[in-house]
């Protein structure tokens, strides 16, 4: 239901769009959010668009990554600029009918994953 895109080799300081593309039932959750997850650590919330289009980012990434939605493609992207090398990671987007807006930012909380893709910064 989910299908993450756009991961690659990038250097530090380019640039990377990723996609999800959902099903239209998926697409219309109460939240749709990214993660990451880099060799050795713990998934990590990266950002989020509520329904209402209000979007919510890590003390990490903000000012760098904004997310987006295009309701005919049923598709949210993760613009990410300014690369870093510790941005390298794979990225999964996720998804859920019921999360509450206090949970946006933990994993445990969402019930639709993609497969993820990977992301290299190199230095």
């Known amino acids: 239901q989910l299908q993450a895109s756009g991961g690659g080799l990038v250097q530090a300081g380019g640039s990377l769009r990723l996609s999800c593309a959902a099903s239209?039932?998926?697409?219309?959750?109460?939240?749709m959010g990214w993660f990451r997850q880099a060799p050795g650590k713990e998934r990590e919330f990266v950002g989020a668009i509520w329904y209402n289009g209000n979007t919510y980012y890590a003390d990490s990434v903000k000012g760098r990554f904004t997310i987006s939605r295009d309701k005919a493609k049923n598709t949210v992207y993760l613009q990410m600029n300014s690369l870093k090398p510790e941005d390298t990671a794979v990225y999964y987007c996720?998804?859920?009918?019921?999360?509450?807006?206090?949970?946006?930012?933990?994993?445990?909380?969402?019930?639709?994953w993609g497969q993820g893709t990977l992301v290299t910064v190199s230095s």
């Open positions: 239209e039932r998926t697409f219309n959750s109460r939240a």
């Open positions: 996720a998804a859920d009918k019921n999360l509450i807006l206090s949970s946006i930012r933990q994993s445990e909380h969402y019930d639709y």
